[in-house]
């Protein structure tokens, strides 16, 4: 059984089709909307079109910035020391390392992870792009070292083990971030690889 | 911190307005928007301008439904009981029963109980509407029985009682659905109100 109303079901629908939200809450959302003011729907509305038509990625850092700053406000900061480059999978990751206001690099957004069983190889993700900016030869800007900050999954260190096969005979320094135990957890309640990373991954105090 | 795009950082504001949609899934769908195929957001975009552009409510049941379809397909449908009338908070309520198969008469949806910490009285439900298809005479239509479904909560409780005593008078018979023991559930962990509904409301065998 549906809804009496076509406009109501079609948006139903619609949600529904978003990630991790089911009909139920589709359903809800759609409640929610019919009794909101039009003003705010609109606004939602265009800011859907805004991100389709507005967005567009940094062409030095891949990272998601408006059409009209390119390249986007972090590569062209003079606050940041452009000769460290932290490579990562997706936007998102960029927001986690800025919002601990310790990194003062750039950054490389990959756009993915190397994964076969997806069907995505290297040439799938900005990694030509990565070589290009590893080509720029000026004392000054030139990249000294590229951090891998990709996640710890299978496809990530894949993703990791072929780019620093790729990277290191290129000349620049090509480091990791450290694997080990999460501030606050409990050593007993940490799983086998990660302790196992932290112990190899000791430093002298 | 937020992120380089404008575009990126109104979307997710936008998103997150929305009931039960925090600031990590705002960003989770925004990506996930900004992934996806621009017609495929145009369509979402349009649905939720449809929704306000096109869903009215039926002039007699009070449920949504779409501008041209006034009364709606169920006020209208020659196969359904009209003088019994199925009184509901919300058009999901709706829906609700409609999934049963079980129930063939119509509905009046009251948009609400009666909330007075919310400032919600009689006056902000569609009560007026109710009465005025009471006062409907023709034998074939006129309805004979009001079934009030609403929420077993407190305000729900208020809001039958007020119903109760406003159309008791009328000379129309007032029902309510039963409270008692949900289907597959176990007696043990039924809370001490429902039990003693369901004691009150028991039938013989």
Same mark, same amino acid.
């Given at each position: 059984?549906?809804?009496?109303?076509?406009?109501?079901?079609?948006?139903?629908?619609?949600?529904?089709?978003?990630?991790?939200?089911?009909?139920?809450?589709?359903?809800?959302?759609?409640?929610?909307?019919?009794?909101?003011?039009?003003?705010?729907?609109?606004?939602?509305?265009?800011?859907?079109?805004?991100?389709?038509?507005?967005?567009?990625?940094?062409?030095?850092?891949?990272?998601?910035?408006?059409?009209?700053?390119?390249?986007?406000?972090?590569?062209?900061?003079?606050?940041?020391?452009?000769?460290?480059?932290?490579?990562?999978? =997706?936007? *998102?990751?960029?927001?986690?390392? !800025?919002? /601990?206001?310790? $990194?003062?690099?750039?950054?490389?957004?990959?756009? +993915? #992870?190397?994964?076969?069983?997806?069907?995505?190889?290297?040439?799938?993700?900005?990694?030509?792009?990565?070589?290009?900016?590893?080509?720029?030869?000026?004392?000054?800007?030139?990249?000294?070292?590229?951090?891998? =900050?990709? *996640?710890?999954?299978?496809?990530? !260190?894949? /993703?990791?083990? $072929?780019?620093?096969?790729?990277?290191?005979?290129? +000349? #620049?320094?090509?480091?990791?971030?450290?694997?080990?135990?999460?501030?606050?957890?409990?050593?007993?309640?940490?799983?086998?690889?990660?302790?196992?990373?932290?112990?190899?991954?000791?430093?002298?105090?």
């Amino acid at each position: 059984m549906r809804y009496t109303s076509h406009a109501v079901e079609t948006l139903i629908d619609e949600f529904a089709k978003l990630p991790g939200i089911g009909r139920k809450t589709a359903q809800r959302l759609t409640m929610f909307i019919l009794h909101e003011e039009k003003e705010k729907v609109e606004s939602l509305a265009q800011a859907l079109l805004d991100l389709k038509n507005k967005v567009s990625y940094c062409s030095l850092c891949q990272n998601v910035t408006d059409k009209e700053i390119d390249p986007c406000n972090i590569c062209t900061s003079v606050k940041r020391d452009k000769r460290v480059v932290c490579v990562v999978e =997706a936007p *998102n990751d960029v927001l986690a390392f !800025e919002k /601990t206001n310790q $990194y003062n690099g750039l950054y490389h957004v990959l756009h +993915g #992870v190397i994964s076969p069983l997806d069907g995505v190889g290297p040439d799938d993700l900005k990694v030509k792009e990565l070589i290009h900016r590893l080509s720029e030869t000026d004392p000054e800007t030139s990249i000294k070292e590229v951090i891998l =900050a990709i *996640n710890p999954t299978v496809e990530g !260190e894949t /993703t990791v083990l $072929y780019l620093s096969k790729l990277l290191k005979p290129l +000349g #620049v320094k090509v480091t990791r971030i450290a694997r080990g135990i999460p501030i606050g957890t409990e050593l007993e309640y940490i799983d086998d690889a990660t302790l196992t990373r932290a112990l190899e991954g000791r430093s002298e105090l």
